[in-house]
């Protein structure tokens, strides 16, 4: 089997402990040689000083290429292109682009009056600068504001025009389920490369709750086969399927996997090694 390119996707910490957390994950997956690893935007803009932060920290003191995210919410276009400029000081040079979920106690993204209207605009303006590696996301099943998939590739296709390089799915349990994505955006002609998000599952409830809010179908075959598992089962399960999803993948074609670690680093530590992704040396030595 292929041994498959892997990057991680990290979250802010809000306190001192996540903190540890995060650098303590950050030590543990750097040796793997990550293409990139990026760092989560808080719903509404709430960890939007905390993100840079994080970020500026992992290029600077692991060697990391780091991908920031930014979203569109409660932010005009100056504020919003500020944070990219600022962003570009630093050294950090690829930028996740997304719409972004609606505010707290809000039911649905509704733009600055000021701000850019959705994540095509955002693309569009960060491309015209000229320095940006670009990634967006993408929904192999329908995202909660879409009416069905046909619309989310239509919308892919818009942001791959307008300057996204690359696209990084929502989390889903069938290989399947990606594949059939890959092929309707094949047919759309999207040139953008589609990497497939990965969710470990460091808990099957807090999974499924993930998978309720952001529309991932879960398939009646995991729902028994944790169920059955118990708690004491449910962590070799959990690498068990993992596993075996990234494998079904990299049989079919896929050459880059994007894992969203929740800043727990030993099941991806279990997975990547299954994989033949092993550390590459010591960390660099940076300042």
Known sequence: MTTPAVSFEFFPPRNL?????????????????????SVTYGAGGTTRQLTHEAVTALASHYGLNVAAHLTCVDATREETLQIVADYAAAGVHEIVALRGDAPQGQDRFTAHPDG???????????????????????????????????????????????????AITQFFFDADTFFRFRDQCE??????????????????????RFAERCGTSVPAWA?????????????????????????????????????????????????????????????????
């Open 17 to 37: 402990d996540q903190s540890f957390r995060l650098w303590d994950t950050a030590r543990a997956l750097a040796p793997l040689g990550p293409d990139f690893v």
């Open 187 to 208: 047919k759309a002609g999207i040139t953008a490369a589609i990497l497939p998000g990965i969710l470990p599952i460091q808990s099957w409830a807090g999974a499924r």
């Open 116 to 166: 850019f209207a959705n994540s095509v605009e955002l693309i569009e303006a960060i491309a015209a600068r000229g320095d940006m590696k670009i990634r967006c996301g993408a929904y192999p099943e329908p995202h909660p504001d879409s009416p069905d998939t046909a619309a989310d590739v239509a919308w892919l296709k818009r942001k791959s025009d307008a300057g996204a390089t690359s």
């Open 223 to 287: 729902e028994e086969a944790f169920a059955q598992a118990g708690k004491e089962g449910e962590a070799r399960l959990a690498q068990e399927v993992c596993v075996k999803l990234c494998e079904q993948l990299v049989a079919g074609g896929v050459d880059r996997l994007h894992f969203y670690t929740l800043n727990k680093p030993d099941l991806v530590l279990k997975v990547c090694a299954a994989l033949g992704v092993t550390p590459k040396g010591a960390l660099p030595n940076v300042a």
